[in-house]
């Protein structure tokens, strides 16, 4: 028996869907959000002015792995806009920071009340319309946002199914140019999404489909993405992988590798998609110690045995340029830093829960 799957959000696919985007917008002021480089790149802000059908309020500067106070400038400025919707376009830093601002803007609260489940949140503010500029975080299909807090050097999420996006639009031209770093980062994080979200213990026959065809599009994908960045039907798969794989883990959660790689990333600025793909294979052998069924198609999906599987991801993720093991990324916090984290959502969602001593093994065989 399994519950019924809920996607809330619409999605809508298509390449230079974007030279459309007004169509899929209402009419109206609108609040638009964007990051840095990324959006000056792509003239972001000239394309959402010739499709919005009212007066553009900017918000921009959103930073990788936004902080509180940037949600709550930008929650600030939206609450004081006549915006009657939100537009995010950029990765999965703006996309979380928009739907953040939308809720605090619409129903009052500190970013810190919803991120510590103080506060609820009752709907999601204003509408979010998400425009995804990288394939990995699917954040445009998902209910979560995601928000570092420096003062407690660690990263909070809200979780609930209020701040799904009112519409995803999603344009793989888009990722044309996205730098070569950026595709690595962006592919191991659908990976991490993928293989966590297979493994969830709320998983089910639908969603493990999903994650599947996910690896099998990765792998079939990521490394043509990285060798021939602008290659369509490279950056179409790699976009469709995305999405599968939001449509798995938006429904059951990811698991302890997202938990280990929030302290990583913050100490050492290495991007969120390599710091989860660092402890997946080690995470995937210590499930199949402890007794877990059914990993060995997942596996298989990816090219590997089960045996292979650790080793062939460190093989690729050295192909991409990216750091394999934890010490290479010059993370000096240790496995003390590492359990400071808040992790107890994450270590019960495998098919077999995990406790603390598992995550010492994870750490001591992802050195
Ligand atoms: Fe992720």
């Not at 390449?15 to 000056?40: A, I, K, M, N, R």
């Not at 809200?158 to 950026?182: G, M």
């Not at 093989?315 to 808040?342: D, N, Q, W």
Request: a negative charge; hydrophobic letters at 40%; glycine letters at 10%.
């Amino acid at each position: 028996m399994f519950k019924t799957m809920e996607w809330k959000t619409p999605v809508t696919y298509g390449w230079q869907l974007t030279e459309e985007l007004g169509s899929y917008l209402p009419e109206g002021d609108c609040f638009l959000v964007l990051g840095g480089l990324s959006s000056d790149r792509l003239g972001l802000e000239g394309m959402a002015k010739s499709a919005v059908r009212g007066k553009l309020h900017v918000f921009k500067g959103v930073e990788p792995n936004p902080t509180e106070r940037t949600v709550e400038g930008g929650a600030a400025s939206l609450r004081a806009s006549t915006a009657k919707f939100v537009l995010a376009m950029g990765g999965g830093s703006v996309m979380d920071a928009a739907k953040m601002m939308a809720l605090m803007a619409g129903y009052g609260g500190s970013a810190r009340d919803y991120l510590t489940g103080k506060r609820l949140p009752e709907g999601p503010g204003y509408p979010v319309f998400c425009v995804p500029t990288t394939p990995g975080t699917s954040s445009e299909i998902t209910p979560y946002a995601v928000v570092t807090v420096p003062e407690l050097s660690s990263k909070l999420s809200v979780r609930h199914p209020a701040i799904y996006p009112k519409a995803a639009l999603i344009d793989p031209s888009l990722t044309l140019d996205l730098p070569l770093d950026q595709t690595t980062a962006t592919g191991l994080d659908i990976l991490a999404h993928a293989f966590e979200s297979f493994w969830s213990r709320s998983s089910d026959p639908i969603t493990r489909s999903f994650s599947m065809r996910s690896v099998q599009l990765v792998r079939k994908h990521l490394e043509g993405a990285w060798n021939e960045p602008s290659s369509r039907p490279h950056r179409e798969g790699m976009s469709l992988a995305g999405i599968m794989a939001g449509m798995s883990f938006s429904q059951v959660g990811t698991s302890v590798c997202h938990a280990i790689s929030y302290p990583i990333t913050l100490d050492t600025g290495l991007p969120h998609g390599t710091a989860c793909a660092l402890t997946l294979g080690a995470t995937f052998d210590r499930l199949r110690e402890k007794g877990a069924k059914g990993l060995d198609e997942i596996a298989e999906a990816f090219g590997s045995s089960p045996g292979s599987f650790k080793d062939d991801l460190s093989a690729l993720m050295h192909r991409l340029g990216a750091p394999s093991s934890i010490s290479a990324t010059g993370f000096k916090g240790g496995s003390e830093r590492v359990l400071s984290t808040e992790m107890k959502g994450f270590l019960s969602n495998s098919c077999i829960p995990l406790d603390r001593e598992d995550v010492l093994i994870i750490l001591e065989s992802s050195l």
